[in-house]
């Protein structure tokens, strides 16, 4: 059976079409990693930023002129305190959440070399398969 110039040029379109869809995906996974570049650096920072306010804080709450301070100014040593512990409590919260974001995308960059890995190797034996040449 022959098939006319329409069928070749859906197969054409078609082909053309894979080929943009997987550029296409290439394209956002590069994006990602963008992204996770960016996330890394937010929770490096919350791994240096987040202890030295911890550490600060706690400084303050132990130093002996932060309770002459909390007695001779009632509202305002009260408030003082207050923010204190607000910004430990948050503190802690940002440690947790850097680590946790850090594994995270450590974890990611991984699969990702996987993918890459797997790729190239299906590429490979794709071009070898049908003898094409590999761009």
Known sequence: ???SSLDLMDDKERSFSRTNVLS???NFIERILEIRRILLGVSV????????ATGL????LTHPSFYNVLESEH????ILGILLGVIISISVVWIATGIRQY????SWDQQYKEYLKQKDEIDKRIASDYGLDKD
């Open 57 to 60: 804080s706690i400084f303050l």
């Open 1 to 3: 059976m022959k098939r």
């Open 75 to 78: 509202d305002f040593g009260t």
């Open 45 to 52: 920072s919350a791994l240096i930023l987040a202890p030295l």
């Open 24 to 26: 296409l995906l290439d």
């Open 103 to 106: 594994v995270t995308l450590k």
